[in-house]
T-cell receptor, first 114, second 111 residues
C-alpha cells in the first residue's frame, strides 16, 4: 500500500512556542491531505482538509490562525501549531488521498506542550 | 454529537474463534463505510470497506456487514489470530471527503 510519513513522531515544546509537523506521501502524489487530532480513548477528529495549492478547509471549531496548514506540493503538507498551550497536547495524524476514497494514514505525531 | 459510535471499547477473543466488532451511525446520508486497524505508535491502516448499495463485503478472513435500516455495521474476523490484536476503527462518509470515525474497539486475541 501507499506510504505516508510524519515528522517528528514525538515533540515536546514549551508553552507559547510554535511547532511544525510534516506529512509526506512517499510513493504517490496526494492531491488531498487531511489532518486529524485524537484525544485519549476518543475517535479521530478531522481538523482540516488541504488541497495542493489552495487554502485548507477547516472544520467547525478549529482555529485556522492557530493551526496553520500548508500544502505546498503534491507530496508534502505541514501543520504548524502556533503559540502552543498545554491543551494542544494531543496525537496528530495526517492522511493522504491518492485516488477515489481511500486515505492512507501517517504514523502520527505525539505533541506534548509543557 | 458523535455520528459514528463504537460502544465496546474492548473485546477479548480466543484464537481461532470469531471476533465481531460493532459500529453504529446516526446520519442516514452516510453511504460509504470503512474499517481501519491501528497498532500502537502507528497510523491506521485500511482494512475493508462497504458501500451502501451492498449489505456484505468479504475479503479473506474479514467480512463487513451493513444493516442500513438499523444504521449498524459489523466487522467479523474468522478465524481470529493473535496478530489481529489491535484497535479497530469504523468510519463513515457521505461524500468521500469527510470521514467520521468511531472511538475504536481494542481487540485482544488470546493464544
Amino acid at each position: 500500500g501507499a506510504v505516508v510519513s510524519q515528522h517528528p513522531s514525538r515533540v515536546i515544546c514549551k508553552s507559547g512556542t510554535s511547532v511544525k509537523i510534516e506529512c509526506r506521501s512517499l510513493d504517490f502524489q496526494a492531491t488531498t491531505m487531511f489532518w486529524y487530532r485524537q484525544f485519549p480513548k476518543q475517535s479521530l477528529m478531522l481538523m482540516a482538509t488541504s488541497n495542493e495549492g489552495s487554502k485548507a478547509t477547516y472544520e467547525q471549531g478549529v482555529e485556522k490562525d492557530k493551526f496553520l496548514i500548508n500544502h505546498a506540493s503534491l507530496t508534502l503538507s505541514t501543520l504548524t501549531v502556533t503559540s502552543a498551550h498545554p491543551e494542544d497536547s494531543s496525537f496528530y495524524i495526517c492522511s493522504a488521498r491518492h485516488k477515489s476514497y481511500e486515505q492512507y494514514f501517517g504514523p502520527g505525531t505525539r505533541l506534548t506542550v509543557t | 454529537d458523535q455520528q459514528v459510535k463504537q460502544n465496546s471499547p474492548s473485546l477479548s477473543v480466543q484464537e481461532g474463534r470469531i471476533s465481531i466488532l460493532n459500529c453504529d451511525y446516526t446520519n442516514s446520508m452516510f453511504d460509504y463505510f470503512l474499517w481501519y486497524k491501528k497498532y500502537p505508535a502507528e497510523g491506521p491502516t485500511f482494512l475493508i470497506s462497504i458501500s451502501s448499495i451492498k449489505d456484505k463485503n468479504e475479503d479473506g478472513r474479514f467480512t463487513v456487514f451493513l444493516n442500513k435500516s438499523a444504521k449498524h455495521l459489523s466487522l467479523h474476523i474468522v478465524p481470529s489470530q493473535p496478530g489481529d490484536s489491535a484497535v479497530y476503527f469504523c468510519a463513515a462518509s457521505a461524500d468521500f471527503n469527510k470521514f467520521y470515525f468511531g472511538s475504536g474497539t481494542k481487540l485482544n486475541v488470546k493464544p
